[in-house]
Nanobody, 124 residues
Framework: QVQLVESGGGLVQAGDSLRLSCAAS????????MGWFRQTPGKEREFVAS????????VYGDSVKGRFTISRDNAKNTVYLQMNSLKPEDTAVYYC?????????????????WGQGTQVTVSS
């Protein structure tokens, strides 16, 4: 099984940038698709971004296109989410997810493993 630990969240002002990290255990990490989701209290978990095992294929949620970038460093067993031009609407708990799938997915239920989440707060 894969263990995921997110880090890098914090409090920033609108327009600032943050980079989230997700450290994964296991030597099979490079064979997993990885995803980022976010959730605010009382709302459904929202898809943010996903990346395939090689990093050659990515997909983004509409609300973050052009601002966020997902990437991975398989040598470090880590996936990243670079968040630029942050808005107050981006405030949420951000979750890292993984699954031994061949194709990336926007769907929460298709990911088998989840991290504990990291809080991102964007003030206006």
């Amino acid at each position: 099984q894969v263990q995921l630990v997110e880090s890098g969240g914090g409090l920033v002002q609108a327009g600032d940038s943050l980079r989230l990290s997700c450290a994964a255990s296991g030597r099979t990490f490079s064979r997993y698709i990885m995803g980022w989701f976010r959730q605010t209290p009382g709302k459904e978990r929202e898809f943010v971004a996903s990346i395939n095992w090689s990093g050659s294929n990515t997909v983004y949620g509409d609300s973050v296109k052009g601002r966020f970038t997902i990437s991975r460093d398989n040598a470090k067993n880590t996936v990243y989410l670079q968040m630029n031009s942050l808005k107050p609407e981006d405030t949420a708990v951000y979750y890292c997810a993984a699954d031994p799938s061949l194709t990336i997915s926007r769907r929460e239920r298709e990911y088998s493993y989840w991290g504990q989440g990291t809080q991102v707060t964007v003030s206006s």
